[in-house]
């Protein structure tokens, strides 16, 4: 069962995540609906990912099979998907929509936070 990164909370991005999510894609539903939309579109095994450029925008893209985006460009990775049917199958059958909803229950926010930090 997932849980979430933190117990009996939300699992809200800080504040900083939130803006940069603010900033790059207007709002945390577009966030996760562009996510989502992502998913759906990776036709069989891949990876959905949020990634930061280096001129400091941040946007999502997915990749097939076992490639990430550091394999064709000038990025760091602040968020990786697995939407590989082995990832979700078990528990969620076909149901990549369900499985990738759920991932924003046990994101662990801190990650993205740290190399935001880093890089601002």
């Known amino acids: 069962m997932l849980r979430p990164y933190k117990p009996f909370s939300t699992n809200e991005p800080p504040t900083l995540v939130r803006n940069i999510i603010d900033r790059d894609f207007g709002n945390f539903n577009n966030f996760k609906n562009q996510i989502l939309e992502t998913a759906k579109k990776r036709f069989g095994s891949g990876w959905v990912w949020w990634i930061l450029n280096p001129d400091g925008t941040t946007e999502i893209v997915q990749t097939p099979y076992q ?6 460009r000038d990025c760091k990775i602040l968020l990786g998907i697995d939407v590989w049917e082995h990832a979700y199958y078990l528990k969620y059958q076909a149901k990549r929509e369900k499985y990738v909803n759920n991932i ?16 601002n």
């Open 67 to 72: 490639d990430n985006p550091l394999m064709y």
């Open 104 to 119: 924003f229950n046990v994101i662990n926010w801190n990650y993205p936070n740290r190399i935001l930090i880093e890089n």
